[in-house]
């Protein structure tokens, strides 16, 4: 039997669009919680994601220290910005539509072309920064102009939250360059985000229901899913390369809307989602045929 052999783009595809499936559902289960602090659900979904990396950490009998000193600083840098686009993610989840939140979000490929550009000098040509504009616009026309509606401190927060997870993405591209294994960069960002939720947690905590519980657990399952994909994917592969895969999210939020909310998409939400899908088919197309050539 012929073994398939996948390259290094075609896996940082496949891992991304497992993590927007991950993300999807993190989502609903943080607004099945119900009425709980955004920093309460932020330490229970990052509780479960640094025992799951731990575990491995110790299967593997990997040390819990930094491959390279060097690698301390962006290892902080990138909790820092994770831990800030999850707070503000989940703060907007809980007071916005979650389709407005999740588009919010969304702008995290785009901050993640931006920096990568910026820090880690990896041009992009015109026609990739257009497919991702492509993919924006497509997801704008899924939200349609509801901004307008919406309050003015959660949709900033849930602006920051897109800008805090695009800085953390491209410091994980960064580590993963610089010879640092996945699972220690979720273990260290999901442990360094629950030292800092933790205080909180002691002086406000929220009684939870049984099923606020295991949604919480489900979150953080999600999460840790989410978390690895995403760490893998960018690792795999240049931003400007599979980026565009992530508003597959929207997509698949829309799916789970239906079956969870009864949410019906209109013909400016069918739109968007073709204009997604064609603009992740073309940019497959177009990094194909610049890898051949």
């Not at 927007?20 to 509780?47: E, W």
């Not at 989840?93 to 990896?122: R, W």
């Not at 390369?241 to 939020?253: A, G, H, R």
Request: proline share 4%; hydrophobic share 50%; with cysteine.
């Amino acid at each position: 039997m012929t073994r398939i052999k996948l390259s290094n783009k075609t896996k940082g595809i496949l891992c991304i669009l497992a993590s927007a499936f991950c993300f999807t559902f993190m989502n609903a289960f943080v607004r099945l919680s119900g009425d709980l602090p955004s920093i309460q659900k932020s330490f229970f979904r990052n509780l479960v994601a640094f025992i799951f990396a731990l575990c491995i950490l110790l299967k593997s009998k990997t040390p819990l220290l930094p491959s390279n000193k060097s690698n301390l600083g962006v290892l902080i840098l990138r909790s820092v910005c994770g831990t800030v686009g999850i707070l503000c993610n989940f703060y907007a989840v809980d007071h916005l539509l979650l389709s407005d939140a999740s588009m919010l979000n969304k702008m995290s490929p785009f901050f993640v072309i931006i920096f990568s550009f910026i820090f880690l000098k990896e041009r992009t040509t015109l026609v990739q920064t257009l497919g991702v504009l492509a993919a924006f616009a497509g997801s704008l026309l899924i939200i349609k102009p509801t901004f307008t509606n919406m309050e003015l401190i959660p949709s900033l927060l849930g602006f920051i939250g897109g800008m805090g997870a695009g800085a953390a993405y491209t410091a994980v591209r960064w580590l993963g360059l610089h010879g640092e294994k996945g699972p220690y960069i979720v273990f260290f960002f999901s442990g360094f985000s629950c030292l800092v939720t933790l205080p909180f947690l002691i002086f406000d905590f929220h009684y939870m229901t049984p099923l606020q519980w295991l949604t919480l657990l489900g979150a953080g399952l999600a999460a840790a899913g989410g978390q690895f994909s995403i760490t893998a994917a960018y690792k795999y592969a240049p931003a400007k390369e599979i980026s565009v895969y992530d508003y597959s999210q929207v997509i698949f939020s829309a799916v789970l809307g239906f079956f969870l909310f009864s949410q019906i998409p209109d013909v400016w939400s069918i739109i968007g989602y073709i204009v997604i899908c064609g603009a992740a088919v073309a940019m497959f197309i177009y990094n194909n045929r610049k890898t051949e050539q």
